[in-house]
């Protein structure tokens, strides 16, 4: 049982470039998130998706989108990589939103934009 | 929203010692409280979380405890290892349905354990 499965675990982007993070979960969770981590930020919410059909902007939406494919997968896309971007990104799954049940969080991927 | 703040930012004990870190938050209709551990280069992970109708939670050498009047909780973990080095989150959030359910995070306290 993977669990939730994020790739790719590194990526140099050069600024303008764009490029789509891949998260897929195999625990058949309704919630998938996705959170970027800065140090002394703790981890911010980017978007989520309550279930498969439906998402919604999270506290730094900005520059970022994101598609749930299917009930396993939800990916997030960067059109147009920023130096701010520079950042780790982790995916996280829930059976139920996390403010019921437990997140599960894939192993990060380290993106850095110069 | 929610504002959650966490203190200290940074916790060195001895091996056996014990460690707090305490987190403050801003909303009064929060009602779930989870911690999170994450280990250098790893992912977080769930260790232990409360709810609003409970004030103290028990996990072995773990224990959460909730002051609703307040709006604190606070981690206490004893006789500390080696192991238990690493950053703890603490979280709150609403749980219930529509936005409500998300999870706001404290931004974290590094914990040293030293032998």
């Known amino acids: 049982n993977a669990g939730v499965t994020q790739t790719p675990k590194f990526q140099v982007l050069k600024t303008g470039q764009s490029m789509t993070l891949q998260c897929a979960q195999d625990m058949n969770h309704n919630s998938m998130y996705w959170y970027r981590q800065d140090p002394g930020m703790g981890l911010r919410l980017i978007y989520y998706?309550?279930?498969?059909?439906?998402?919604d902007k999270g506290e730094v939406p900005n520059g970022y989108n994101v598609s749930r494919l299917n009930k396993r997968e939800f990916s997030l896309r960067l059109e147009s990589a920023a130096p701010s971007q520079t950042s780790v990104y982790f995916c996280a799954s829930s059976e139920l939103p996390t403010g019921v049940t437990e997140a599960f969080f894939g192993q990060g991927t380290r993106l850095t934009v110069v | 929203g929610e504002n959650v703040e966490q203190h200290p930012s940074t916790l060195s004990v001895q091996e056996g010692d014990s460690a707090v870190i305490k987190c403050t938050y801003s909303?009064?209709?929060?009602?779930?409280f989870p911690w999170y551990k994450q280990e250098l280069g790893k992912r977080p992970q769930l260790i232990i979380d409360?709810?609003?109708?409970?004030g103290e939670k028990k996990d072995q050498r773990i224990a959460v405890t909730l002051n609703k009047t307040a709006k604190h909780f606070s981690l206490h973990i004893t006789e500390t290892q080696p192991e238990d080095s690493a950053v703890y989150f603490c979280a709150a959030s609403k749980g219930s349905g529509g936005s409500n359910y998300k999870l706001t995070f404290g931004k974290g306290t590094l914990l040293t354990v030293n032998p």
């Open positions: 409360i709810r609003s109708n409970v």
């Open positions: 998706s309550a279930s498969e059909g439906t998402t």
């Open positions: 909303d009064s209709a929060s009602n779930y």
